[in-house]
């Protein structure tokens, strides 16, 4: 069973930029495709960008197309979200997770613990 840990989030202004990772452990992930998915207040969970295995493809949601870049390290068993530009409609907790890159949804049910993400005008 994986284990999924995410870091790097925190308060930052308008504007500004965070760097997440989702560290794995427990089992290798570069046979997945990974996504980044968020969930705000009051909103259910959505998806944000995702990567193919090898890192060849990436997608986004059209809210974040422009801003944010996902990239994995397969030999390091981790994934990042580079998060420019950032908005207050941002604001969320992030999640990573394997994804299904037929329809963007998650492929486990379970999730790690998130981190928040706090984008103040």
């Known amino acids: 069973q994986v284990q999924l840990v995410e870091s790097g989030g925190g308060l930052v202004q308008a504007g500004g930029s965070l760097r997440l990772s989702c560290a794995a452990s427990?089992?290798?992930?570069?046979?997945?495709?990974m996504g980044w998915f968020r969930q705000a207040p009051g909103k259910e969970r959505e998806f944000v960008a995702a990567i193919s295995r090898s890192g060849g493809r990436t997608d986004y949601a059209t809210s974040v197309k422009g801003r944010f870049t996902i990239s994995r390290d397969n030999a390091k068993n981790t994934v990042f979200l580079q998060m420019n530009s950032l908005k207050p409609e941002d604001t969320a907790v992030y999640y990573c997770?394997?994804?299904?890159?037929?329809?963007?949804?998650?492929?486990?049910?379970?999730w790690g613990q998130g981190t928040q993400v706090t984008v103040s005008s």
């Open positions: 427990g089992r290798t992930i570069s046979t997945y495709p």
């Open positions: 997770n394997a994804v299904d890159y037929t329809n963007y949804r998650p492929l486990r049910d379970s």
